[in-house]
T-cell receptor, first 113, second 112 residues
Framework: GAGVSQSPRYKVAKRGQDVALRCDPI?????LFWYQQALGQGPEFLTY????????KSGLPSDRFFAERPEGSVSTLKIQRTQQEDSAVYLC???????????FGPGTRLTVT | EDKVVQSPLSLVVHEGDTVTLNCSYE??????LLWYKQEKKAPTFLFML????IEKKSGRLSSILDKKELFSILNITATQTGDSAVYLC????????????FGPGTRLSVLP
């Protein structure tokens, strides 16, 4: 069946550009998570949605990061004025509910030059 | 299609038992295999394996990769209730745009 999909899969941005990363969760999944994974490290939590409500955004590293899920399905993570330290893989995961049994997408690898 | 399979999907043991979790994969352009422990929010990174036959160890946890047979195992000795979690296996690939393929996870429950 269809899993979590993310697009683009690979993005190169010049420093200072804005980028938008998309996540299509599994249909019917209430919870959606965004993570940032730097090279050789584990994923770091960014933000969490339950339906369209953003319940936790404590992991967003700065006010340049913004996420939305306006209709409770597709989510977009936007990074404004990208910096080199934003280079990472951005993972999206969804779950039927709660924090457990998250299904991960393939990630978007962002490289800021 | 790239695929990661984990077994068992669910496991219940008692404290003090030793468990072995399995991960097998079929991917093109393998780069590394990673193990995570997932309790709440973000999974916790455990190991990254890139070379065959070299055991990585951290306390009671250890893991090894076999790139010929395309699998990895995660061992936990003398299990504790705090080991209860979902253990995720993921393979990182070098494919353009395909970064990680996650397995379904093994849910481990350690009873007192």
């Amino acid at each position: 069946g269809a899993g979590v999909s993310q697009s683009p899969r690979y993005k190169v941005a010049k420093r200072g550009q804005d980028v938008a990363l998309r996540c299509d969760p599994i249909s019917g999944h209430v919870s959606l998570f965004w993570y940032q994974q730097a090279l050789g490290q584990g994923p770091e939590f960014l933000t969490y949605f339950q339906n369209e409500a953003q319940l936790d955004k404590s992991g967003l590293p700065s006010d340049r990061f913004f996420a939305e899920r306006p209709e409770g399905s597709v989510s977009t993570l936007k990074i404004q004025r990208t910096q080199q330290e934003d280079s990472a893989v951005y993972l999206c995961a969804s779950s039927l509910s709660g924090y457990h049994e998250q299904y991960f997408g393939p990630g978007t690898r962002l490289t800021v030059t | 299609e790239d695929k990661v399979v984990q077994s068992p999907l669910s496991l219940v043991v008692h404290e003090g038992d030793t468990v072995t979790l399995n991960c097998s994969y079929e991917v093109t352009n393998f780069r590394s295999l990673l193990w995570y422990k997932q309790e709440k929010k973000a999974p916790t990174f455990l190991f990254m394996l890139t070379s065959s036959g070299i055991e990585k160890k951290s306390g009671r946890l250890s893991s090894i990769l076999d790139k010929k047979e395309l699998f990895s195992i995660l061992n936990i000795t003398a299990t504790q209730t705090g080991d209860s979690a979902v253990y995720l296996c993921a393979v990182e690939t070098d494919n353009y745009g395909q970064n990680f393929v996650f397995g379904p996870g093994t849910r481990l429950s350690v009873l007192p």
